[in-house]
């Protein structure tokens, strides 16, 4: 039982209603759906009040006052209902106004045939896409990438035509709101089907619309040690973020990764809520989508030799990542922790070329470098590594599943426990050494926080003893 839909039909018993859109597409397909859309003929605002109030003390509030909208949501946001008033004069007519046939279909209130005036219900038994009227597009562009999220999410091909037209109207995309693409683009991004739904976003011209920085990849050609352009390797990487495997060049499966002991604590970090309704696995992706992004910016040749460079396209890719996010309205934690992955998404690949295995302070300096995307950032690299498979790709694989494996048990401790609780404050560390505090006494911190981390010291007297040789040698 739907407690939303029961206070609806029970808030609106006598009254010209029905439940419209996604919610009677999903029935039909036998999904369950919490949200829930419904048009009155009438007053909207009052029939809204009346479903909040029968609902017993949900939130009730005004979506648009221009188009006479309001939401009411259960109190422990289980549900929520859209209430809208009647936008032409039939029922008919409403639903003719609506995005694609599949939903454009209504059911009244109290139950009943399904009112399918458009064959919406033809098309989900063919698992068909097809636009509600020839200028849906024209008049919304965002729903040329609604075109793809629904396809996506539920599985649906796009028919011909309206993949012409969403082709046409693509363009127009570019001038619409940011907030509105982001909320189609983060649920594109988070299916299943995310590689699909990027490739039919960029078969239908939204890509070059709304992420023109992703499809500036493509054609961008790397090194010997890649196996595909710079936009081939980036839909690589973010397929290894959603299932990590990969065939390596000799043709075997790499498989094993993330280490068993590990997977539950790296599913619960990863279920974690982030920001903007995306879980921290969700941002992973598009840390995978953008860690490349910079890469046509700082494509070099190297005169001496002819191989292909991207110097310093991590560091400057985190702000190009932070000025997309910015474009799209996300939120600034969003923009700040994608911005980190992209930034820090090449550290645990240097460090495979040190002594193996790694010395404690190494670590302490990568974990401490990466913070608070120590976990984050080793998976995204791990996708990095998997999806190059150029010259020497195996080995090299190797190698870094090997470091990998081992610095996601530190970095889970981190995240878990944080740094170890200094041994000393800094107003006493200048005390003790008579020195003022500034710089120097942070640097001091610094070098006794990496010492305690790699077990070198453990009490307040070993470190006053390891800070004053520090200071002795400066």
Not at 305 to 322: C, E, K, N, Q, Y
Request: hydrophobic share 45%; glycine share 8%.
């Amino acid at each position: 039982m739907n407690p939303g839909l029961e206070a609806a039909r029970a808030a609106l018993a006598g009254q010209r209603a029905w439940l419209v859109g996604g919610a009677v597409r999903d029935r039909a397909l036998g999904r369950a759906t919490p949200d829930m859309d419904v048009i009155v003929e009438g007053d909207s605002a009052r029939a809204a009040r009346e479903v909040a109030r029968v609902a017993g003390g949900a939130a009730c509030f005004s979506l648009s006052e221009d188009f006479g909208a309001w939401r009411v949501v259960a109190r422990d946001r289980s549900w929520q209902v859209d209430v809208e008033p009647l936008r032409a004069d039939s029922l008919e007519a409403d639903l003719a106004l609506r995005d694609f046939t599949v939903n454009a279909i209504a059911e009244p209130i109290a139950g009943g045939q399904l009112i399918d005036p458009l064959g919406g219900l033809a098309d989900l038994d063919a698992r068909r896409l097809r636009i509600a009227a020839p200028d849906a597009f024209r008049e919304d562009p965002v729903r040329v990438l609604r075109l793809v999220r629904v396809a996506v999410e539920l599985g649906l091909g796009p028919e011909p035509a309206t993949l012409t037209a969403a082709r046409e109207a693509a363009v127009a995309l570019s001038g619409s709101a940011g907030e509105r693409i982001f909320m189609e683009l983060r649920r594109i991004v988070a299916a299943p089907q995310a590689v699909a739904g990027l490739e039919l976003m960029s078969d239908v011209g939204a890509t070059a619309a709304v992420l023109p920085e992703l499809e500036a990849l493509r054609g961008v050609e790397q090194s010997r040690y890649h196996h595909s352009d710079v936009y081939g390797h980036t839909l690589e990487v973010l397929a290894q973020t959603i299932e990590p495997a990969a065939t390596t060049s000799a043709g075997s499966v790499v498989t094993g990764w993330p280490p068993p002991e590990h997977r539950a604590q790296v599913a619960a970090v990863l279920a974690e809520p982030l920001a903007d309704e995306l879980t921290r696995g969700e941002a992973l992706r598009w840390g995978a989508l953008l860690h490349d992004v910079a890469k046509p910016l700082t494509r070099r040749v190297r005169p001496s030799d002819g191989r292909v460079t991207f110097i310093g396209h991590d560091s400057l890719g985190a702000g190009v990542a932070r000025e997309i996010l910015e474009r799209l309205r996300a939120s600034e934690r969003l923009r700040a922790h994608v911005a980190a992955l992209v930034r820090h998404h090449l550290t645990l690949g240097f460090l495979v070329h040190e002594p193996q295995p790694l010395a404690r302070r190494s670590v302490f300096a990568y974990l401490s470098q990466c913070a608070p995307v120590e976990v984050d950032v080793t998976l995204l690299s791990v996708a990095d590594r998997l999806a190059t498979r150029g010259e020497g790709a195996r080995q090299s694989i190797d190698a870094h599943l090997r470091l990998a494996g081992e610095m996601l048990g530190d970095a889970l401790r981190w995240r878990a426990e944080g740094p170890p609780v200094p041994l000393l404050r800094g107003d006493e560390l200048a005390r003790e050494l008579g020195i003022p505090t500034g710089p120097r006494v942070g640097e001091l911190l610094a070098q006794l926080a990496a010492a305690q981390y790699a077990g070198e010291v453990g009490t307040r007297p070993q470190a006053l003893a390891f800070a004053r040789r520090q200071q002795r040698s400066q």
